[in-house]
């Protein structure tokens, strides 16, 4: 079983629908990550959670740590939002600076 | 600009021939990450740097090795490549360790013949 688990793996949506991507994991972590793949392949960096929840733009992280679980939501969707969205925490058991990836959630948003 | 490059971005190679992928970074941070990327098993850590001449294995260390003897560059290097290292692989970096944000290079398409 992989540690990290990301659902659904592939998600299509139309232009403004209000979308939720899941991680779970089954390790205790100590942060979490949300990645951004681009079709062409560029990855960039969203969020990192220890607790709570953060904001930025359209995009909403919340993580609770008592039940291993962070969401990814996206508002108001568009077409640009198209891309992999990738879940990676780091483990309390883990060597410092090792992170461990979920397989990622294919998002396609139709105009 | 702030970023990380990397080069080559893309190389044919063959099998046992030593390659070296150069990562470099302008940010001064002293968190630096080798990745590989394969369909269906996503991204998975070869090896990380925590700082100079700080490096320790990932998740798929074997048939790798890296480098930190400047604080900007973590190249990384396969000594006799085979085809199961063929991947697209990614270089990152952070300031301090992977709780902080982490900038991506733009990704080494590697083919091993």
């Known amino acids: 079983k992989n540690e990290v688990e990301q659902s659904p793996q592939n998600l299509t949506a139309q232009e403004g629908e209000f979308i939720t991507i899941n991680c779970s994991y089954s390790v205790g972590i100590s942060a979490l990550h949300w990645l951004q793949q681009h079709p062409g392949g560029g990855i960039v960096s969203l969020f990192m959670l220890s607790s709570g929840k953060k904001k930025h733009g359209r995009l909403i992280a919340t993580i609770n740590i008592q039940e291993k679980h962070s969401s990814l939501h996206i508002t108001a969707s568009h077409p640009r939002d198209s891309a992999v969205y990738i879940c990676?925490?780091?483990?309390?058991?883990?060597?410092?600076?090792?992170?461990?990836f979920g397989k990622g959630t294919k998002l396609s948003v139709k105009p | 600009e702030a970023q990380v490059t990397q080069n080559p971005r893309y190389l044919i190679t063959v099998t046992g021939k030593k390659l070296t992928v150069t990562c470099s970074q302008n940010m001064n941070h002293e968190y630096m990450s080798w990745y590989r990327q394969d369909p269906g098993l996503g991204l998975r850590q070869i090896y990380y740097s925590m700082n100079v001449e700080v490096t320790d294995k990932g998740d798929v260390p074997e048939g790798y090795k890296v480098s930190r003897k400047e604080k900007r560059n973590f190249p990384l290097i396969l000594e006799s490549p085979s085809p199961n290292q063929t991947s697209l692989y990614f270089c990152?970096?952070?300031?301090?360790?992977?709780?902080?944000?982490?900038?991506f290079g733009p990704g080494t398409r590697l083919t091993v013949l």
């Open positions: 990152a970096s952070s300031t301090q360790d992977s709780y902080n944000e982490q900038f």
């Open positions: 990676a925490v780091r483990s309390h058991g883990g060597s410092q600076g090792n992170l461990i």
